[in-house]
């Protein structure tokens, strides 16, 4: 199954918390099932994107790195 | 010379049983938790930490409340209020400390704000929000903010002397009573 993405966050140059911030704002607006893209460049979004999956549910289907930005892969 | 030492057999190795899952995991749900901070300082990096702090909790989906007391109570009040109290020593306090979220001190080389303004262009170059910005972003997320009462009245603060959307004032009990079950920060 292709994974639609309902939206891409470019949370780029932000830091802590406003990446996991704004991410929870976004997830407010969405309905329950659809995909959500992230993009950051906070190296301590990786630990904070994988707390925030754990303490609230929703699945962190995909993380990967490329020159410096972070995609995050997240399901409501 | 006899040391007297405890025998290792008296101590019993604890058994922690690991499990999978977390709480709440196995059902897909997490479990619903809180946060309540108690700010009762002031100063640039308190208010900072406890913005970060209650903006973080608000969308890992706690219920996050903060508590203001003391020095903790001047950030909530409005930027344009200057002169407050109803007595002169009430009123020398205020004149001394500006209150106003935009109006923080560091408690460390302040230098006469010259140390906040260093800090602050920190912040605009690493791209952190201000204090005054994650206050409204959190008030938005729906943080609860009770001032208490004790230092509004020992301050001589009015409530019009504090900006919107507050939780009515509250007492030491109520802190306490709303606290109770999650987890207490004490900045």
């Known amino acids: 199954m292709a994974l639609a993405v309902a939206q891409t966050l470019d949370l780029k140059g932000l830091s802590c918390p406003l990446p996991i911030l704004r991410t929870a704002k976004a997830m407010k607006q969405m309905e329950l099932g659809e995909l959500v893209e992230i993009l950051a460049t906070d190296p301590g979004s990786v630990p904070d994107f994988n707390a925030w999956s754990k303490a609230t549910g929703h699945a962190l289907l995909e993380q990967t790195e490329e020159g410096g930005v972070y995609r995050f892969l997240i399901r409501k | 010379m006899a040391v007297a030492v405890r025998p290792e057999?008296?101590?019993?190795?604890?058994?922690?049983?690991?499990?999978?899952?977390?709480?709440?995991e196995a059902s897909g749900k997490p479990v619903a938790n809180k946060v309540?901070?108690?700010?009762?300082?002031?100063d640039f990096e308190s208010v900072m930490a406890a913005m970060i702090i209650a903006n973080a909790s608000v969308a890992m989906e706690q219920e996050t409340n903060i508590f203001f007391t003391f020095w903790g109570l001047f950030p909530l009040l409005r930027d344009d209020v200057r002169f407050s109290g109803g007595n002169v020593m009430q009123k020398m306090l205020f004149g001394m400390n500006r209150g106003g979220i935009s109006h923080l001190k560091t408690s460390k080389l302040n230098f006469a704000g010259i140390g906040p303004a260093m800090f602050n262009a920190l912040r605009r170059k690493y791209k952190v929000a201000s204090a005054k910005e994650m206050l409204e972003i959190?008030?938005?997320?729906?943080?609860?903010?009770?001032?208490?009462?004790?230092t509004l009245d020992l301050m001589g603060f009015k409530p019009e002397h504090l900006i919107d959307g507050l939780e009515p004032p509250a007492g030491a009990a109520a802190m306490l009573g709303f606290s109770t079950g999650g987890t207490t920060l004490f900045i």
């Open chain 2, 9 to 24: 057999t008296a101590v019993e190795p604890i058994q922690v049983t690991m499990t999978e899952t977390a709480p709440g």
């Open chain 2, 36 to 42: 309540t901070i108690i700010l009762a300082h002031g």
């Open chain 2, 138 to 150: 959190a008030q938005e997320m729906g943080v609860k903010l009770y001032p208490c009462q004790m």
